[in-house]
């Protein structure tokens, strides 16, 4: 319980945690990530039809960028008000809940036929995506203590593809059908996984919550969770710092690829997501790193490389395959450190993993809208070359961090 006041490392809490009584087979977990990287990817959607929607709805430039902040700010708010939810109910009944009501607002903005619909639906689908979040939990607190690390890792693999195929997919969908295509097909697919979900997954006699907990004092108790634990802070900063890096690249790498000499179609640019997918493979590897004890070396690994990326990346404008190099590195560090961030702070308190993931995720947010908007702010102050230097002295400071904090840290 959060409760308690002993201290609990995540490998004596590893050894603790667990679910008896139901097999966690490869393919439920593949499972998992699919449909993680399903309802994530609704975020992202709107990416690359800003325009597209502008116009079909006459909306002004200021309002068009309203979707995207609308669609994040959803998110963010779910991640503290809903994902906590699954420490004190039923996960599989709220993880079928949330999809369904997800389908209901890809409904509504896939037949906006004004913008104040459209933003109310983009905010809806933010704040039920966070069903993300509980589905990573839910597979952790279903994974054996021994290959926790693993779940984890190919979970995570799975919301990394679904967020970098996201721009990627509502692209070709939208010059073959239209922009509403692309909410459509999402909520089809979402509805079925929501049945599928609701077949496989164990209901609420094979996973009891374990935190009575009425909703007011569950939120309290997330605050209080980063108040005593330490290392969950600690992960927290490493968490955004390592996705305001990736957020700078992936936020403005498109400019300069739209530019001469390059001056790469939409989709063209879109396609680098492909490259980025390759970071997946890194979560699984550092899932089993994890499960070996090695979660402060793959941290210090892999924030300097993703420090190191930053080098390759700065000759995007003279070199694609620079830019292809960098992106693999980066992606790779970025999902070996995340993976280690979940894996580590969800061993803190399993009865509590829906709080401290959801929690932890807040400060990727945060993370993320920072890099966003500080590289695309930057780009068009002083260029590209301002942007990497940015990159790096964020990624940087968190291997600084990581080397100050190392030898206080739990794991080898």
Known sequence: M??????????????????????????????????CGTAVANV??????????????AMSPALIGSVVTLTHIGYGLGL??????????????????????????????????????LLAGMAAVGLLAVVTQTLVVFAASLAPPDRRGRVVGLVTGGVVIGILLARTVSGLLADLAGWRSVYLASAVLIAVLALVLHRVLPRHGDVPPTAPLRYGQLLRSTVTLF???????????????????????WSSVALPLSEAPYSMSHTAIGAFGLVGAVGALAATAAGR??????????TGIGLALLAASWLPLAFTRSSLWALVIGVIVLDLAVQAVHVTNQTLIYALHPDAGGRLIGGYMIFYAIGSATGAIAATSLYAAAGWGAVCALGAGISGLAFLLWALTRHTEYGS
Do not use: C, K, W
């Open 2 to 35: 959060v409760g308690n006041s002993e201290a609990v490392t995540p490998r004596t809490a590893a050894r603790s945690g667990g679910v008896t009584g139901y097999a966690l087979s490869r393919g439920v977990v593949m499972l998992f990530a699919v449909a």
């Open 44 to 57: 992202y959607f709107a990416q690359p039809l800003l325009v597209t929607l502008g116009h079909d709805l």
């Open 80 to 117: 503290f008000f809903l994902v906590p939810l699954g420490d004190v109910a039923d996960r599989q009944r709220i993880i079928v809940v949330q999809l369904l009501l997800l389908v209901g607002a890809l409904a509504v903005v896939a037949t906006a036929g004004t913008a104040g619909v």
């Open 227 to 249: 108040a005593r634990e330490r290392l969950l802070r600690l992960r927290a900063v490493f968490g955004l710092l390592i996705f305001a890096a990736f957020s700078t690249l």
């Open 289 to 298: 790193l994890n499960d070996r004890g090695l979660s402060r070396r793959t």
